[in-house]
């Protein structure tokens, strides 16, 4: 039962445009929800986070929305650049600090 | 960075053989984590600890277990490794203001043949 998923695998866009990516859950009780970026052989770094009650966290080029009567979130990166190509992965807690993650999505962005 | 390692970064290791994967961090924090990381998978929870000598499991804990006898150090055994444990593990620990972000090591890569 994946509770929190990310349906797009991968995502490609242009330096400059606006990368979206966007995350799903199906578990009422998650308040807590999380953008982390992953490199190659390195761990996730977080990146940016919102609680259940706003729906929308602005961290520079990195803002992330949040629809609680659909259960969705997306991250929106703008603009993009190169060195953002990562993997990305969502993450939502129900409190007590246990995190479920999505798959992940693997953004490239080309120059 | 969060003052995180890990030991060993890589290893591979036969089926039946038991495995013990350590998480050492200088941040004196509370919470601390392990996670396995498979494609199509994401990052699932192995078990976690609120404090020394105290833990509990997470999502995927079978043939896993844990001990923490110092607030630094964290560590993961395989009783008898399997080749369905071959996987990334990462250790993670709880930021300081808040145990919902958490801060990952660089990971072991564990192979079972």
């Known amino acids: 039962d994946q509770q929190v998923k990310q349906n797009s695998p991968s995502l490609s866009v242009q330096e400059g445009r606006i990368s979206i990516l966007n995350c799903d859950y199906t578990n009422s009780m998650f308040d807590y929800f999380l953008w982390y970026k992953k490199y190659p052989a390195e761990g996730p770094t977080f990146l940016i986070s919102?609680?259940?009650?706003?729906d929308k966290n602005e961290d520079g080029r990195f803002t992330v929305f949040l629809n609680k009567s659909a259960k969705h979130l997306s991250l929106h990166i703008v603009p993009s650049q190169p060195g953002d190509s990562a993997v990305y992965f969502c993450?939502?807690?129900?409190?007590?600090?246990?995190?479920?993650f999505g798959q992940g999505t693997i953004l490239t962005v080309h120059p | 960075d969060a003052g995180i390692t890990q030991s060993p970064r890589h290893k591979v290791t036969e089926t039946g053989t038991p495995v013990t994967l350590r998480c050492h961090q200088t941040?004196?924090?509370?919470?601390m984590y392990w996670y396995r990381q498979d494609p199509g998978h994401g990052l699932r929870l192995i078990h976690y600890s609120y404090g020394v000598k105290d833990t509990d499991k997470g999502e995927v804990s079978d043939g896993y277990s844990v001990s923490r006898s110092k607030t630094e150090d964290f560590l993961l055994t395989l009783e008898s490794a399997t080749s369905s444990q071959t996987s990334v593990y990462f250790c993670?620990?709880?930021?300081?203001?808040?145990?919902?972000?958490?801060?990952f090591g660089p990971g072991t890569r564990l192979t079972v043949t």
């Open positions: 993450a939502a807690s129900n409190g007590g600090g246990k995190l479920t």
């Open positions: 941040e004196n924090h509370r919470y």
């Open positions: 993670a620990i709880s930021a300081r203001d808040s145990h919902y972000e958490q801060y």
């Open positions: 919102i609680s259940s009650i706003k």
